[in-house]
Every structure is written in structure tokens, then in C-alpha cells.
């Protein structure tokens, strides 16, 4: 398996991961505007014998602390396909991506997903707490790609409009 940034030859077959993965066209429909907008930072694809077997995407995310800006990314979605789960796709994507939006200046990155999943990547909760966001539960989660980033008493997370089209917890 190798992972790979994301090209035109691969949005056919990412699009039928996420369906397939989601159950409907929602995350779909997010990656076209993500890259529509021009908010994509890095898309990443696991190939195995060319075939795509998982992808993730990071995005621009408006997100400020005590009236600071923080360069941050949002994580979604990342779909790894049925057959290839618990394999270690889906960790390798991970750490891949957030290697990549590091080297591009980003201080943090903001995910809504399993607890039990991110935090073993150093995504917190509790780091997210102070920040107003459209999501308020143990799914959202901050992780500090730059020390002291996220310090600071209380900051908001502005999602685009893109993610208006997902269900939210």
C-alpha cells in the first residue's frame, strides 16, 4: 500500500469509496465544494495495486483564540473501504495528513469523529471545549499541530458553508 496525494484520475473512485462508506452522496457532495471553494489544503489516497482503498481530506478552517487567527485545518472525511478496515489504512492517512498540513504552516487541526479513534492521534476534546463551534460534544476534538496554538481561555471555529450539507450529531 502506498498513500498518495489525491489527482483527477482518482475522484471517480474516491467518490464510490464515500458512497459506498457513508451511505449516500453527503460527503460526496462536501469534497466537490471543499475543492470547488478552493479550501482543500491536502487529499490523500491509499492505493493498493492502484486501487483506492481509503481517502482523507483537510480544509481551511477559520478558527481564532482570544482574538487571535490560528492557521487550522478541519479533518473530513476519511473513508477507508469495508474490506480493508482494521488494517491500518486509516492511521497511516491520518498521520500522513497531518504531516502534510504541518509542513504547510497549519497550528491545528479540528475533527468530528470516534474519541476513541482520534485521540490515539493526540486529538483532545477538552482542547476543543473552549471553542465556539456548530458541534458541542466528546466527537469534536482539537489536536495542537504547534505547541501553544490553541492556548488561551475561550475562540470560535468557523466552519464554510460546504459542511452545511453533512448531518451533525
Known amino acids: 500500500m502506498k498513500i498518495v496525494e489525491a489527482a483527477g484520475t482518482h475522484h471517480m473512485a474516491i467518490a464510490t469509496l464515500n458512497r459506498a462508506e457513508f451511505g449516500g452522496d453527503e460527503e460526496i457532495q462536501l ?22 482503498v481509503g481517502h482523507i481530506l483537510f480544509s481551511r478552517l477559520a478558527v481564532e483564540i482570544d482574538g487571535r487567527a490560528v492557521m487550522a485545518a478541519s479533518l473530513a472525511p ?7 478496515q482494521r488494517e491500518g489504512v486509516g492511521s497511516a492517512l491520518v498521520r500522513e495528513g497531518l504531516e502534510s498540513v ?10 468530528l469523529g470516534h474519541p ?41 471555529v468557523s466552519y464554510p458553508a460546504a459542511f452545511s450539507l453533512v448531518d451533525k450529531p
Open 31 to 52: 469534497i466537490l465544494r471543499l475543492r470547488r471553494e478552493g479550501l482543500r489544503l491536502v487529499e490523500l489516497v491509499a492505493l493498493d495495486r492502484g486501487e483506492v
Open 78 to 84: 476519511v473513508a477507508i473501504r469495508a474490506d480493508r
Open 102 to 111: 504541518r509542513a504547510l504552516g497549519c497550528e491545528a487541526v479540528f475533527v
Open 116 to 156: 476513541a479513534y482520534y485521540r490515539r492521534f493526540g486529538f483532545s476534546a477538552v482542547l476543543a471545549s473552549k471553542f465556539m463551534a456548530p458541534f458541542k460534544s466528546g466527537a469534536f476534538m482539537a489536536m495542537e499541530l504547534t505547541h501553544g496554538s490553541l492556548a488561551g481561555h475561550e475562540g470560535s
